[in-house]
């Protein structure tokens, strides 16, 4: 466990706010090779790409096992602390699920607050107490977890912009008091929003970086603390395979130029 604890240790420290750890999701041993040869100081797993790959789709589809099996593949190939995105835990209970992601090598995880069968958001105090009892585990087992808290208001929320903003200020607070050592609002892509949500929740934020939100040196000036990538480095090369095999089946060279 002293190995997991010293990365986990090196892993929140990387959680700066306004100098923000930039996580491009991995979804396999190659892709997470490929991501600490480029010298990222840190592997993250993305759920919706690990599920793609293995022939499931993201939403609690992806057996336990399999999940978790796909993960220790990316641990063992890498230096680097790995965090796994584990959804909403796969209805493990919380020290299980702890003993599952050390089992893995993982020493952070991202734990999301809504229904993945309904899409509907978890009672925040109910989520808090949830994060409360992982946090519980992880500090009785020694691993040290990272604990990133997905907050789901800017997908499956309810009422004005203004409203979903105040709620996923209001749940990453409660996030952060029961132990969570990130809140990740997904979805936030307006830099006012980031900006309140930077400001008001009071610890480190994450930010999925896709089309549309701000460039990682505004992030880093709003104020962001960590910045993942989701399942969008997996898309762009599934769409440029797909590319490549049409220029295949047309008797094309599939090979872009240099």
């Known amino acids: 466990m002293s190995e997991l604890r010293e990365q986990a240790v090196s892993l929140r420290a990387l959680h700066v706010p306004g100098d923000p750890v930039v996580l491009p999701n991995a979804w396999d041993a190659a892709s997470a090779r490929a991501v600490e040869a480029a010298g990222f100081p840190a592997v ?6 690990v599920a793609a790959v293995l022939g499931y789709e993201d939403g609690h589809d992806t057996p336990a096992d399999e999940m978790f099996a796909a993960v220790a593949r990316i641990s063992r190939v890498v230096t680097v602390p790995v965090t796994a995105d584990v959804e909403r835990g796969y209805g493990l209970k919380p020290a299980e699920l702890v003993e599952r992601l050390a089992a893995a090598g993982a020493v952070g995880c991202n734990l999301e607050d809504s229904d993945p069968a309904t899409g509907a958001l ?7 107490d949830f994060l409360a009892a992982v946090r519980a585990a992880a ?20 009422g004005t912009p203004d409203e979903r903003l105040a709620e996923a200020i209001d749940r990453g607070r409660r996030y952060l008091a029961a132990g969570a050592d990130c809140v990740y609002p997904i979805l936030a892509g307006d830099p006012e929003v980031i900006g309140a949500l930077a400001r008001e929740i009071g610890g480190p934020i994450n930010v999925l970086m896709r089309p549309g939100v701000p460039s990682v040196r505004d992030l880093a000036a709003l104020g962001v603390a960590r910045i993942s990538f989701g ?27 240099a």
């Open 44 to 49: 993250a797993t993305g759920s919706a790409a």
């Open 122 to 128: 978890i009672d925040a105090a109910e989520q808090a």
């Open 139 to 158: 500090d009785e087992a020694g691993t040290g977890l990272v604990i990133n808290a997905r907050a789901d208001t800017f997908i499956h929320g309810e």
């Open 231 to 257: 399942p969008g480095i997996h898309r762009a090369t599934q769409t440029l395979t797909a590319h490549m095999l049409d220029a295949i089946a047309r008797g094309d060279d599939p090979f872009p130029s």
